[in-house]
């Protein structure tokens, strides 16, 4: 039997992923929830992985796949078209990214910190290939990531995200922010009056805020990879 909380949890997930097909940030469960830090989320989460509630996507950033509903929960009319078409997107992802699937080749930048910012550092002549259903239209990059302030994104250390190149984001994008021209990270990009926040997803460490001027947008997070050994 689920907790009041993990419930709450789960059919918020449903229901925003109905919605617009996108997970909520985890600064937004913690905001509808009520809690006073990430950490409860994170940990509401990995309960209700373990009961089969959940399940994380590989490859791809804020992807929960609601598995299993509560017991007595009653979907909204609305719910079941949204859902079916959620369902039908996610065995497609699973089913293009077999072996066999074509790969294309993006350039791999380098290490790009999501703890303190460092350099970015480019290497023209390295390449990754990527399931090309993973990129959409226009170009790409990826990079390594360096730190571990973006845990709770389920982004760890040495994963290597894969960026759309863009100079503009939405809040709630996980994005790639140069700052004062020469420091670049991984961030979630808020605006905030005018002033730019660059919020990590880590307890551990502090929200960045900057104005306008000193950060510029160099991409957006669509993917990820992560090896294990």
């Not at 293009?96 to 550092?121: K, N």
């Not at 389920?154 to 503009?168: L, P, S, T």
Request: with cysteine.
């Amino acid at each position: 039997m689920l907790t009041k909380k993990q419930r709450e949890l789960l059919v918020l997930i449903h229901e925003r992923m109905c919605d617009d097909g996108v997970a909520p940030s985890f600064e937004e469960m913690k905001e509808e929830l009520g809690l006073k830090s990430k950490s409860g989320i994170h940990r509401l989460i990995s309960a209700l992985e373990e009961r089969g509630y959940l399940e994380r996507l590989p490859h791809r950033a804020r992807a929960l796949q609601v598995k299993k509903l509560p017991e007595g929960y009653v979907p909204a009319a609305s719910d079941s078209s949204a859902a079916a078409q959620q369902a039908a997107e996610t065995a497609h992802i699973i089913a293009q990214a077999s072996p066999a699937a074509q790969q294309s080749a993006v350039p791999l930048y380098g290490r790009i910190a999501a703890g303190t910012p460092i350099e970015a550092i480019r290497d023209e002549g390295a390449l990754i290939d990527v399931p090309p259903q993973m990129l959409g239209h226009g170009e790409h990059y990826a990079l390594e990531v360096d730190g571990d302030s973006m845990v709770q994104a389920g982004i760890n250390d040495h994963d290597i995200v894969i960026i759309k190149r863009a100079e503009n984001a939405e809040n709630g994008m996980i994005v790639v922010a140069l700052v004062d021209d020469h420091e670049v990270t991984l961030k979630r990009f808020r605006r905030s009056g005018n002033k730019i926040i660059l919020e990590p997803e880590n307890d551990s460490y502090e929200p960045r805020v900057l104005a306008p001027d000193r950060v510029k947008i160099q991409g957006r997070l669509v993917g990820l990879y992560r090896t294990y050994h």
